[in-house]
C-alpha cells in the first residue's frame, strides 16, 4: 500500500515554455503533498508543501509564481515549472503520508520522480 | 530550526560486512520522528526506518537497525550482512512538529554507499 505515482518520469522542454509534473495517491488520501528538488549529487530540498482546497505553502527562496502548485483534490497535487529556464534543469519529486490509515507517524512515499532538462 | 548532518559523503565495505552510516540532527522540537531512506541510481526514494523521539528501543527492520542516542541527539543507520544491491545514496531524515500532519521532513546530505563484491 501507500503508492505515490508521479508523471511524466522525464520530459525535455524549450527555454520559455511550461511544464507539468502530476503527483497521484494511488491507494490512500493525502491532504498534504510535499515538492522537492534534487540537484544531481545533492540531497533533497524542500521547495514547497502542497495542501488540499488550500493555497500552498513555500519555503524561503522558492519563487511562487514560477512554480505553481495546485492540490484540487484528496489525491493530486500538480507542479507547474512557468517559463521554463536552463537553470529550472533538475529532478523534481513528490511525496505524501497516508496520515490517516498509518497515523501521525507514518513516514514519506515518494513518486519516482521528474527529471526536467530545459533546452 | 531542524539541522541534519550527515558527515560521511561516501564509503566503500566489503560485502558481507555490516556497515553503519552516521546521522546527527539538531531541534528544538520535544518530539520528532528521525527516517532513513535509500535512493538507488535510478533516483526512486525507498523508506527504510523509522525512530520516534519517544521510542524506549532502538527500531529495527531486517537487516536495518537504527542506533538512536538520544541524549547525543545522533540516529546511525546500521546495515548488517551488506549486499551489493545496498550500493545506493542513505539519507536520513527528521520530521519535527510530530503532532501535525503538516510538518515537513528535512533531509541530510547523504552518504554514498558502495558495496565491494
Known amino acids: 500500500g501507500a503508492v505515490v505515482s508521479q508523471h511524466p518520469s522525464w520530459v525535455i522542454c524549450k527555454s520559455g515554455t511550461s511544464v507539468k509534473i502530476e503527483c497521484r495517491s494511488l491507494?490512500?488520501?493525502?491532504?498534504?503533498m510535499f515538492w522537492y528538488r534534487q540537484f544531481p549529487k545533492q540531497s533533497l530540498m524542500l521547495m514547497a508543501t502542497?495542501?488540499?482546497?488550500?493555497?500552498?505553502?513555500?519555503e524561503q527562496g522558492v519563487e511562487k509564481d514560477k512554480f505553481l502548485i495546485n492540490h484540487a483534490s484528496l489525491t493530486l497535487s500538480t507542479l507547474t515549472v512557468t517559463s521554463a529556464h536552463p537553470e529550472d534543469s533538475s529532478f523534481y519529486i513528490c511525496?505524501?503520508?497516508?496520515?490517516?490509515?498509518?497515523?501521525?507517524?507514518?513516514?514519506?512515499?515518494f513518486g519516482n520522480g521528474t527529471r526536467l532538462t530545459v533546452t | 530550526a531542524q539541522k541534519i548532518t550527515q558527515t560521511q559523503p561516501g564509503m566503500f565495505v566489503q560485502e558481507k560486512e555490516a556497515v553503519t552510516l552516521d546521522c546527527t540532527y539538531d531541534?528544538?522540537?520535544?518530539?520528532?520522528?528521525l527516517f532513513w531512506y535509500k535512493q538507488p541510481s535510478s533516483g526512486e526514494m525507498i523508506f527504510l526506518i523509522y525512530?520516534?523521539?519517544?521510542?524506549?528501543q532502538n527500531a529495527t527492520e531486517g537487516r536495518y537497525s537504527l542506533n538512536f542516542q538520544k541524549a547525543r541527539k545522533s540516529a546511525n543507520l546500521v546495515i548488517s550482512a551488506s549486499q551489493l544491491g545496498d550500493s545506493a545514496m542513505y539519507f536520513c531524515?527528521?520530521?519535527?512538529?510530530?503532532?501535525?500532519?503538516?510538518?515537513?521532513?528535512?533531509f541530510g546530505s547523504g552518504t554514498r554507499l558502495s558495496i565491494r563484491p
Open positions: 491507494d490512500f488520501q493525502a491532504t498534504t
Open positions: 502542497s495542501n488540499e482546497g488550500s493555497k500552498a505553502t513555500y
Open positions: 531541534t528544538s522540537d520535544p518530539s520528532y520522528g
Open positions: 525512530q520516534g523521539s519517544y521510542d524506549q
Open positions: 511525496s505524501a503520508r497516508d496520515s490517516i490509515s498509518q497515523g501521525y507517524n507514518s513516514p514519506l512515499h
Open positions: 531524515a527528521m520530521r519535527g512538529r510530530w503532532y501535525s500532519s503538516a510538518s515537513k521532513i528535512i
